[in-house]
Every structure is written in structure tokens, then in C-alpha cells.
């Protein structure tokens, strides 16, 4: 799929870098609304849609976890700090997996 392929590695490039800034309502609202977007094309719905139910809709987990995820993920590899995995437990509970050791 295009999405997961291009768009998401695209707006989640650096992700560990600018992580603080998706902390600020302000800038993870424009990723919302890009994403909102692209949801509304994908599940075909109705432009009046919420962001959280164009996600439902299409099938695909909101900007703001997938993002909590990849820079959990990066922490844990490079050993950078001690992390709470609960943003990468919820990105894997969204695609259907099951967390190891759980």
C-alpha cells in the first residue's frame, strides 16, 4: 500500500530528532489534518469525518502513536534511555500484533 510504502516513512522521517515538537498541539494538528486528508480518500467518506474515526475508517493508526513508536523504538535500540514501551505496545495492539513477552 502507497501509505504505509511512502507517506508514512515520509512524514515520520526524523522522528527521534523533532519528537518534542509533536508534543505541542499546534504542529501534530497540521500532521492530523495531512493525514485526515489522505484517510478521507482512502475509507471514502464523508469530508466531515474526525480525524480519530478517518484513522478508524482507513484502517490505519494515528500520526501521533505511529511517531511515539518509531522514536521508542529508536531509543530502545541505540540504548539512548530507559523507555516506557506503551507507545510501541499500542502500534502493535493497532496493527493486530501481540507485544513480545506478553
Same mark, same amino acid.
Given at each position: &500500500?502507497?501509505? #504505509?510504502?511512502? $507517506?508514512? *516513512? $515520509? &512524514?515520520?522521517?526524523?522522528? *527521534?530528532?523533532? #519528537?518534542?515538537?509533536?508534543?505541542? %498541539? !499546534?504542529? $501534530? !494538528?497540521?500532521? %492530523?489534518?495531512? =493525514?485526515?486528508?489522505? =484517510? +478521507?480518500? &482512502?475509507?471514502?467518506?464523508? !469530508?466531515?469525518?474526525?480525524?480519530?474515526?478517518?484513522?478508524? &475508517?482507513?484502517?490505519?493508526?494515528? +500520526?501521533? +502513536?505511529? +511517531?511515539?513508536? %518509531?522514536? %521508542? $523504538?529508536?531509543?530502545?535500540? =541505540?540504548?539512548? #534511555?530507559?523507555?516506557?514501551?506503551?507507545?510501541?505496545? =499500542?502500534?502493535?495492539?493497532?496493527?493486530?500484533?501481540?507485544?513480545?513477552? #506478553?
Amino acid at each position: &500500500m502507497v501509505y #504505509e510504502g511512502a $507517506l508514512v *516513512p $515520509l &512524514m515520520t522521517y526524523g522522528a *527521534p530528532v523533532w #519528537e518534542e515538537a509533536v508534543t505541542k %498541539q !499546534r504542529y $501534530l !494538528r497540521k500532521m %492530523q489534518s495531512v =493525514h485526515r486528508l489522505i =484517510h +478521507i480518500k &482512502m475509507a471514502k467518506v464523508y !469530508r466531515t469525518i474526525s480525524f480519530e474515526a478517518s484513522c478508524l &475508517m482507513a484502517g490505519v493508526p494515528p +500520526i501521533g +502513536i505511529v +511517531i511515539a513508536g %518509531q522514536v %521508542q $523504538l529508536y531509543k530502545r535500540k =541505540h540504548g539512548i #534511555e530507559s523507555v516506557n514501551s506503551s507507545a510501541i505496545c =499500542h502500534c502493535l495492539l493497532w496493527n493486530g500484533l501481540t507485544p513480545l513477552g #506478553e
